[in-house]
């Protein structure tokens, strides 16, 4: 029986979902500032053991793995605390403030042979699955270029989102660890050579508007625009350019040709909710730590997503391309 603890209960109360889903695991401990959260959860889910302090938590020698889901600034300390206990840690995303701290994450992780995979939830939702498939069988042939969206009408955010130091940026360190690491995985190239990006701050301290293109070893270019408040349309799809075929998601729509017809394809999709990802998300986890293996969203790939957005942030403070070496 595998024994998981979840240090903070706001996203965190979806990871208490997945683990108690997920065959032989036990939610063993819990740990939260909140008093009513800890008394809720562990009422909901029979948790033996609840905290205030995460680092009694980390205490319990029994423990095998922790989600860390606790506000940005805390991703790092905290997750290499629990690296040092001994602890596998699944962390949510961004994986820390910037690539500095993400490096001394990996670096502990090789050190004390432990797995550190970063949240990166949408890879789990189902038409992102089938759109991989598509992409692995070769079915769109070689993947030349994404765009990647995700626009916000409107956030809703809690304070601590437009405080720099804690959030270690704005839109574009919030939602665009999930669609780098998207593309940067449909497109099979975690190796990113080049940047040019933009951003703006209209609306807040931090930034609400990014845009960047991404040059990829293997010769594919990411565009990427992130927003977290501005008038348009709030929507997240990305749109992929292959030799032999396209595709954009939500909905999914697979383009090829039947000879020279243009054919529109539209797969079945399974429904799921939010939960249902984070649900497959600890099932894989689960499954790297009992066969001790590399997760698909391991510490290293949220290593160089982390340096893709340390270089966009670079370029447009100085306006000049960044090259990643």
């Known amino acids: 029986m595998i024994k998981a603890g979840v240090i903070g209960l706001g996203i965190g109360q979806s990871h208490l979902y997945g683990y108690s889903k997920t065959p032989g695991v036990k939610v063993w401990a819990i740990a939260d500032l909140e008093e009513e959260r800890l008394k809720r959860f562990s009422r909901e889910y029979s948790v033996p053991h609840s905290f205030k302090d995460y680092q009694e938590l980390l205490k319990l020698k029994e423990l095998d793995v922790v989600s860390v889901a606790l506000p940005n600034f805390l991703h790092c300390p905290v997750t290499i605390e629990a690296l040092e206990a001994g602890k596998h840690v699944l962390v949510e995303k961004p994986m820390a403030l910037n690539s500095q701290e993400a490096e001394k994450m990996v670096k502990v992780a090789r050190e004390r042979k432990r797995i550190l995979m970063v949240g990166m ?140 017809i243009p054919v529109e394809i539209t797969p079945e999709i399974e429904k799921g909710d939010f939960t249902s990802k984070i649900q497959r998300e600890i099932v894989h986890f689960i499954r790297c730590v009992r066969e001790k293996k590399e997760p698909s969203s391991s510490g290293e790939k949220g290593l160089r997503v982390m340096r893709v957005l340390d270089a966009i942030y670079e370029s447009a403070r100085t306006g000049k391309e960044v090259r990643i070496g």
């Not at 669609?179 to 940047?195: C, E, G, H, K, T």
């Open 121 to 260: 939830n949408y890879r789990y939702l189902p038409e992102i699955q089938i759109l991989k498939k598509f992409v692995e069988q070769g079915e769109l042939g070689d993947i030349y270029y994404i765009k990647a969206v995700a626009l916000r009408r409107r956030s809703i955010l809690s304070p601590w989102f437009e405080d720099k130091e804690k959030s270690g940026g704005g839109g574009l360190i919030d939602m665009g660890p999930h669609m780098l690491d998207l593309s940067m995985w449909i497109a099979d190239d975690f190796n990113a050579v080049s940047v040019y990006g933009i951003t703006y701050n209209k609306f807040m301290p931090v930034d609400d508007l990014a845009s960047a293109l991404i040059k990829l070893s293997n010769g594919a270019t990411i565009n990427l625009e992130i927003s977290w408040e501005a008038f348009t349309k709030s929507q997240i799809f990305l749109s992929l350019f292959g030799t032999k075929g396209g595709a954009m998601t939500n909905p999914l729509k697979i383009y090829q040709n039947a000879g020279d």
